[in-house]
C-alpha cells in the first residue's frame, strides 16, 4: 500500500531498509509540482510523488540507480520539462536525490540487566538501530535512546532475523545464551555474535557449538575491547562498544525478512531449540 513519505522513511529507518528521499529544490516556469515537493523511492516501492509522467518516471529510475550503487552523497539534477522528456509543462525543475541507508550498526541486544542497560545509553549516542530484547518486561526503562526500540518476548529467540551486523547476548540465563548463539551463528551474512562472560564459559559453549556441526571460532566470549578490564557495569559496557567501533566496517546485509532461526537452520545438525543439559 501506499503511504505517505513520512511515514514510509519512519519505517524504512526502523526497519533498516535503504531509500532515496527525492525533493523539488527549485521550479522555473510552469511544472507539475511545487518546491518542496517530496517522494520517497525504495527499491521496490514509491511513497508520494513529484507529479507523474516522465519527470517521475526519470527521477525514479535515478533514484534505484543510487540504491544499487550503494552511493551515499547527495544528487542535484535539472531538469527541462519539455521535449527531452515528453512533457508539455515547459518549465525546468531541479531534484535533489538523497540516499538514506542503513546505519553500518544494526545489533541485537539481548538482555536487560545492569550492562545491558548501561550498553543501551551508549548505544543511544551512537549512529547505530539496536533492537533490545528481553523477556522480562519490567527491567526495561520507562525511557529508551530513540534509536533503541525494546522488545519484550517470551521467546527472544524470534527476534533473530536476518538484517543484524552485531548480535549481543548477555541474558540473565545460560541455556537461553547458548541457544541465542547457536540460532545467531546460523544466520546468513555471518553477523559479529558476542556473548558476555568467561573464559570457561567460552570453552563450554564451544564444545557444544563443535557438536553440534558449528564453528566456535565465529563467537567473540568474552566480549570487550581488550585492555578495559574494569568490572562495574558502565566499564564493561565501554570495553563493548569500543569493541564494536573497533571492528572492520561490516559489509552490506539483507534486510530484515521471514526468516527466522528458531528450528533446524543453516548449518545447524540439530534444532536451534535445544538448550544446554
Known amino acids: 500500500m501506499n503511504m505517505d513519505w513520512i ?20 521550479v522555473a516556469g510552469s511544472a507539475p509540482r511545487a518546491a518542496g515537493t517530496k517522494m520517497l523511492v525504495t527499491a521496490d516501492a514509491l ?7 516522465a519527470l517521475e518516471f526519470t527521477a525514479i529510475e535515478t533514484a534505484r540507480a543510487l540504491l544499487d550503487g550503494h552511493v551515499t552523497e547527495l ?25 538514506l541507508l542503513p546505519p553500518h550498526l544494526r545489533i541485537a541486544l539481548f538482555g536487560a540487566g545492569h550492562v545491558a542497560k548501561a550498553l543501551a545509553a551508549i548505544l543511544g549516542t551512537l549512529p547505530a538501530r539496536v533492537t533490545w530484547i528481553d523477556n522480562r518486561p519490567d527491567l526495561f526503562p520507562d ?3 530513540a534509536n533503541v526500540t525494546a522488545q519484550m518476548l517470551e521467546e ?4 533473530l532475523t536476518r538484517g543484524y551486523s552485531h548480535i ?11 541457544r541465542l548463539v547457536k540460532s545467531a551463528l546460523c544466520l546468513p551474512g555471518q553477523p559479529f555474535v558476542g ?19 558449528l564453528d566456535p571460532d565465529r563467537l567473540t566470549c568474552p566480549i ?54
Open 47 to 53: 511513497h508520494g510523488t513529484i507529479g507523474g509522467g
Open 75 to 99: 544528487r542535484t539534477q535539472s531538469y527541462p520539462l519539455g521535449p527531452a522528456l515528453g512533457q508539455c509543462c515547459g518549465g525546468r525543475v531541479t531534484l535533489l536525490f538523497e540516499p
Open 156 to 159: 527472544p529467540e524470534a527476534a
Open 224 to 277: 570487550g575491547v581488550a585492555g578495559l578490564t574494569g568490572k562495574h557495569p558502565g566499564e564493561i559496557a565501554v570495553a563493548v562498544a569500543a569493541q564494536l567501533l573497533s571492528l572492520p566496517t561490516p559489509a552490506a546485509i539483507p534486510a530484515p525478512s521471514d526468516f527466522v532461526s528458531d528450528n533446524n537452520c543453516l548449518g545447524c545438525a540439530t534444532p536451534c531449540g535445544d538448550a544446554l543439559p
Open 195 to 213: 556473548v558476555i562472560g568467561s573464559d570457561t564459559k567460552r570453552a563450554r559453549f564451544a564444545s557444544r557449538l563443535r557438536a553440534d556441526g
Open 7 to 26: 511515514t514510509a522513511l519512519a519505517d524504512c529507518q526502523r526497519e533498516g531498509r535503504p531509500s532515496v528521499l527525492v525533493t523539488v529544490t527549485e
Open 143 to 145: 525511557v529508551t535512546p
Open 168 to 178: 549481543l547476548i548477555m541474558t540473565h540465563d545460560h541455556a537461553l545464551d547458548y
